[in-house]
């Protein structure tokens, strides 16, 4: 642990503006971002006694190497900043928000030059307009399956639209009139994006209008006698009434709001947020949050709205308009209420009113909310008991049987997978804090000593661990350049922050580039699928590059045994102990990357061609070339000019692929 007054900076180097901070920890590795504003006021705080700090804080700046920050113009920005560099770095000592499932939207892609509608997850894209989000992909087709009977709009692949366009003939949805069927020219491409601007305006609340237009329409074709037309509409507007009944009205006055609750402890809380649109419920959706910094609810409120509303920042128009609504009623007002108004209202581009609900339906619909966040909470802790505190438990109980001086708050994992010999991969998996950290995983192909792979699975482990930890070594002496060259003082001082071994720190530019090292950080400890002999192929790996900071032990599947390098009996966990059963899940985690990654390799090895070797000829001429003659067969039929007079290709290469071809047996 280190001493925040090793890196500490002097007072008066530490503006008084507004602005963003990190810490780094000893590798430089961004683990707690915040915003200010008075720098150095805020900076003040966490260099105080460290045993009057909370007991968060004092873990993050005892983890903590160095601080740096970034002046900005206002504090509207130094919001914007702070959300930009969480989302970036993702710091462990930041809260985190977890959502509790992946939500669907229902999204039109007005982007396209024929706009689609369709179900949508994950980050929202630019040019489609988003509504929902719901709490099933079923609802979503439910409510579009109802709607075009009146707005018959494209819903189809790009790949099923372009093939109706070459047949000439439409889809399914086209023949029986929910789709206009733009493909094959029914209706034009500009008809066909008003009807979708329609259906737009109709989802974003602007329903009586339709509904009006289609009754004027249903009288008129009843007074003329066309009562089949009239039915068709009839059955029209009573599709639509289904569609907007479904979400009963909450809100008076088509009211848009974002009603937010939040309930919870210390350790953990669950938020709560219904989407009220046109004052109905339009869609749903719930975290579960971990406090790993010291919080009141009114930050938690704050960072909760730049989670929801952070991602929005790059639309405009109609779209930002659905994301950021007129009111955002919250359960506690953000200690910057001011700064976050400001920056919701820049995002929307009118606006946003951001309140605690006092008296009357919006009150009553926040109770609602509350009480969903409750039962969510108690949900999670249902499905998660303890979870916070076993996997402390875990970490610990790992420490004490390996003897380790701390936790190992991370964790890597190696396996090999091959199929007899051939296909050759390994895995690294990483788990942060005793949960699994994606991002970080690797892979490696085995190229042995020869370049055709490993002899064995104890030669392929110490060669998966030497470029493991070379590339940690060079990553870390490009790390320890960049902190020379910042550190140097012309005047000849030694500053807070430019100490030997201390990362650099002090002010930096809120658009620096961030080096890219993806090793630079060593595990706490390295784990490796096997017994004694992956154990000491691995530890002979790190012996030859010097790495003696880093403890090992493998994990044989048969008896679960933990193994030490050099010990001749293993270390025997409780099986009911929680540190086995994390590093089970940890060494089953690597094995199921491992032969992902194996399946992969082999499924494009399987799978290769004879023109893979052709020179001059990549897979987009190889796609042309066998789409142009059908089939291999045909294109082994044809001759070098009739292969140089396909499109791209040239005599020289024509003639290679006609060698390349007649080595096949016929």
Known sequence: MADPATYRPKAGEIPTSPGVYRFRDEHGRV????????????????????????????????????????????????????????QQYDPRFNVKYRDDKSYPYLAVTLGEEVPRAQVMRGAKRKGTRYFGPYGHAWAIRET???????FPIRTCSAGVYKRAGQSGRPCLLGYIDKCSAPCVGRISVDD????????CDFMAGDTAKFERRLTKRMQEAAAEMEYEQAARLRDDIEALRRATEKNAVVLGDATDADVFALVGDELEAAVQVFHVRGGRIRGQRGWVVEKVEDISDGELVEHLLQQVYGSD???????????????VLVPVLPPDLDQVGAWLTGLRGSRVDVRVPQRGDKKELAETVRKNAEHALMLHRTRRAGDLTTRSQALREIQEALDLESAPLRIECYDISHTQGTYQSASMVVFEDGLPRKSEYRSFSIRGSDGDGARDDTQA????????????????????????????DPEGDDPAGALPGALPGGEVAADAPEEKTRFAYPPSLVVVDGGPPQVAAAK??????????????????RLEEVWLPGEEYPVILQRSSEGLYL????????????????????????????????????????????????????????????????????????????????????
């Open 144 to 150: 579009l399956d109802l709607l075009l009977r009146v």
């Open 313 to 327: 920042q790059e639309l405009s128009g109609p779209e930002a308009r659905d994301a950021v609504p007129r009111e």
């Open 461 to 488: 482990m110490h060669e998966v661990i030497t470029r493991r930890f070379k590339r940690y070594l060079t990553d870390r002496l490009k790390a320890n350049d960049v902190e020379i060259s910042a550190g140097e």
């Open 31 to 86: 683990i707690y971002v915040g915003k200010a504003k008075n720098l150095r006021q805020r900076l003040a705080n966490y260099f105080q006694d460290v045993a009057h700090l909370h007991e968060r804080t004092q873990r993050m700046v005892t983890t903590a190497a160095s601080v740096e920050w970034t002046v900005v113009g206002t504090e509207v920005e130094a919001l914007a900043l702070e959300f930009t560099w969480i």
């Open 583 to 666: 590093l089970q899940r940890v060494r089953d985690e690597a094995h199921r990357f491992a032969i992902t990654q194996h399946r992969r390799r082999r499924s494009k090895g399987m799978t290769a061609s004879v023109l893979d070797d052709v020179p001059g000829l990549g897979p987009a001429r190889k796609k042309v070339l066998l789409t142009h003659f059908g089939s291999l067969k045909r294109l082994k039929a044809a001759s070098v000019e009739e292969i140089a007079s396909v499109r791209g290709m040239g005599a020289t290469t024509a003639k290679a692929v006609v060698v390349a071809l007649q080595t096949l047996p016929r």
């Open 540 to 557: 002979k790996a790190m012996d030859e590059l010097g790495i003696t900071d880093v403890a090992l032990c493998g994990l044989a599947k």
């Open 192 to 199: 066909h994006r008003a009807l979708v601007l329609d259906f």
